[in-house]
């Protein structure tokens, strides 16, 4: 008896110890397909958003030029690239044209993007072919959407000042891409049509999620139009609204090609932005340095805005 009390546990020990090495094999066989999955999103990361990201901050502090390309050699200047771009007299320009052109353009793509949401929230005939065609500015290549809107906007031939001149809404052609006056703004108007689908989109997402009951037991009440808009959209709304006005001023900074389509940067530096500047310095004047500097500043200023929409993404999942 006490031989086969003493020889027990050492027999059902035997399993769990021959056990614990296949555990642990599965488990390093688990972490091992989950990294394999990891891998492809982790190179593309490191490849086309870390390497870049660091090659060009360092770049900022270098002489970096076509001389670089032959001689391999890129001395290291400190904060003089950083100095030669703010002390520019460029600098405060593209500053504003950023910020008017950031702001406008946030303004219209959310005040039209808000107020087609509550008009598709209504059920009627076609609805659901005219939201898809709200998305056409999204399907087009923007360089497309820039030809088509440079040939909309052309003082002579353009579509545009055509009707108004035919309406009698203005006494002659307005110069819309060649006048310092108003480029940005026509820059702001065509920007503003690009963004209005995803103001849209997110939007009227938004919408869905509120519940029916809430506008039926406020309409007992006798809050109706505006003030359901006021005291049950909204309300409800602002999370959505929070996250897309973030994402929407991200967008926006970074917009390049529309503007290059259109205008180029000009007349006059007129719509000259962060973005076409350290174009303009990269790849028309290889000052790869200067552009460099005016990229990281561009970036430093969108990474502020990253970090509101994580604060507001947060903040929303917590709610």
């Given at each position: 008896m006490?031989?086969?009390?003493?020889?027990?546990p050492e027999a059902n020990a035997l399993p769990a110890d021959r056990g614990a090495p296949s555990r642990r094999h599965g488990r390093w066989r688990e972490h091992a397909v989950q990294w394999?999955?990891?891998?492809?999103?982790?190179?593309?990361?490191?490849?086309?958003?870390a390497y870049p990201v660091v090659k060009n901050v360092l770049m900022g502090f270098q002489d970096y030029s076509t001389r670089t390309f032959f001689t391999g050699e890129a001395p290291w200047v400190g904060l003089s690239n950083y100095v030669t771009v703010v002390t520019g007299s460029l600098f405060s320009t593209t500053l504003v044209n950023t910020a008017l052109f950031t702001v406008g353009s946030i303004v219209g793509q959310f005040v039209i993007g808000l107020a087609l949401a509550l008009f598709f929230r209504r059920r009627f005939p076609l609805g659901g072919v005219l939201?898809?065609?709200?998305?056409?500015?999204?399907?087009?290549?923007?360089?497309?959407?820039?030809?088509?809107?440079?040939?909309?906007?052309?003082?002579?031939?353009?579509?545009?000042?055509?009707?108004?001149l035919?309406?009698?809404?203005?006494?002659?052609?307005?110069?819309w891409l060649s006048s310092p006056d108003v480029a940005l703004v026509a820059v702001i108007i065509v920007n503003i049509w690009l963004g209005i689908p995803f103001n849209v989109t997110i939007l009227y997402s938004g919408l869905q999620d509120i519940p029916g009951e809430l506008y039926e037991a406020a309409s007992l009440d006798g809050a109706t139009g505006w003030k359901a808009f006021w005291y049950i959209t909204w309300p409800n709304l602002r999370s959505v609204v929070s996250v897309v006005l973030v994402l929407g001023v991200v967008y926006t900074l970074k917009v390049l090609d529309i503007i290059l389509g259109l205008t180029g940067g000009g007349p006059a530096n007129a719509t000259q932005t962060l973005a076409t500047d350290s174009y303009?310095?990269?790849?028309?004047?290889?000052?790869?340095?200067?552009?460099?500097?005016?990229?990281?500043?561009?970036?430093?200023?969108?990474?502020?805005?990253s970090l509101v929409y994580l604060w507001v993404s947060r903040r929303t999942v917590d709610e």
């Open positions: 006490t031989t086969a009390q003493l020889t027990a394999l999955f990891l891998a492809p999103a982790i190179v593309y990361v490191v490849l086309f958003f939201r898809s065609l709200l998305l056409m500015p999204w399907l087009l290549p923007l360089i497309a959407s820039s030809a088509v809107w440079k040939w909309i906007l052309d003082q002579d031939s353009g579509v545009l000042n055509q009707t108004l035919f309406l009698h809404v203005i006494p002659g052609p307005i110069p303009h310095r990269s790849f028309v004047d290889f000052s790869f340095g200067t552009g460099a500097a005016v990229s990281n500043i561009l970036i430093v200023i969108s990474l502020l805005f």
